[in-house]
């Protein structure tokens, strides 16, 4: 199973498989925000492994991401597509789910994956 984004409007395209895929547009490779974007998936893995220990069932995904800080590159081009695809949600609702950490740590392999 592979996992890939393409945002036609700004002609920027990624699949996760291989640093060859990561990089399929080799403009990529001199392109700040993809170098940015893959700092921020590093950071994300291990904000989510913290977040996922912790005992507070009643935070919701949309509450971790803004504890978390991240940048809107890593949310708006991995953390939204790849949860939209792991949930078989719309994208747009995501973000504004109010699912919890119970939720959440049924669905580990999300943070697993990364």
């Not at 993809?34 to 977040?51: D, T």
């Not at 890593?74 to 109010?98: D, T």
């Amino acid at each position: 199973m592979s996992f890939s984004v393409k945002c036609e409007g700004e002609d920027f395209e990624y699949n996760g498989t291989s640093l060859n895929t990561l990089f399929s547009q080799r403009r990529n490779f001199f392109r700040p925000r993809m170098i940015k974007m893959i700092h921020g998936i590093l950071r994300f893995s291990r904000e989510a492994k913290k977040f996922l220990e912790t005992e507070d069932q009643h935070k919701s995904f949309k509450d971790f991401l803004n504890e978390a800080k991240l940048s809107q590159e890593v949310i708006q081009y991995y953390i939204l597509p790849m949860a939209a695809a792991i949930w078989s949600s719309k994208l747009e609702g995501i973000y504004r789910s109010e699912e919890h950490t119970s939720e959440l740590q049924s669905r580990q392999y999300l943070v697993c994956r990364l």
